[in-house]
């Protein structure tokens, strides 16, 4: 069974910091795009972080350029979002992403073929 598990959601004050994690398992961890997404009721998802097999620089959404830093450790089958200096406005629920690789790209992660955790909640107070 593939499981995307995330971990490390919590609620802080404006200018804290949060690391979360996703910890992956039944699917094979090389051959896919990890990331993350996140989503406030009534607003769109939205793609916050990816990072690549490949070695090219992860993607980050413009509003939390500067402030996270996606990670991923092989051996672990587990990717990282390290997020400071947060603001209210990343309030949302964070989801753990997995989008499988054909011909050497990420597949849309609107694609069937997307895994998705169950999100962790994280709450930033002004």
């Known amino acids: 069974q593939v499981q995307l598990v995330e971990s490390g959601g919590g609620s802080v004050q404006a200018g804290g910091s949060l690391r979360l994690s996703c910890a992956a398992s039944?699917?094979?961890?090389?051959?896919?795009?990890m990331g993350w997404h996140r989503q406030t009721p009534g607003k769109e998802r939205e793609r916050v972080a990816t990072?690549?097999?490949?070695?090219?620089?992860?993607y980050y959404v413009g509003s939390v350029m500067g402030r996270f830093t996606i990670s991923q450790d092989n051996a672990k089958n587990t990717v990282y979002l390290q997020m400071s200096s947060l603001k209210p406005e990343d309030t949302a629920m964070y989801y753990c992403?997995?989008?499988?690789?054909?011909?050497?790209?990420?597949?849309?992660?609107?694609?069937?073929?997307?895994?998705w955790g169950q999100g962790t909640q994280v709450t930033v107070s002004s």
């Open positions: 039944g699917f094979t961890y090389s051959n896919y795009c």
């Open positions: 992403v997995a989008r499988p690789r054909r011909g050497g790209i990420c597949t849309s992660w609107l694609s069937a073929t997307t895994y």
């Open positions: 990072i690549y097999p490949d070695g090219r620089s992860p």
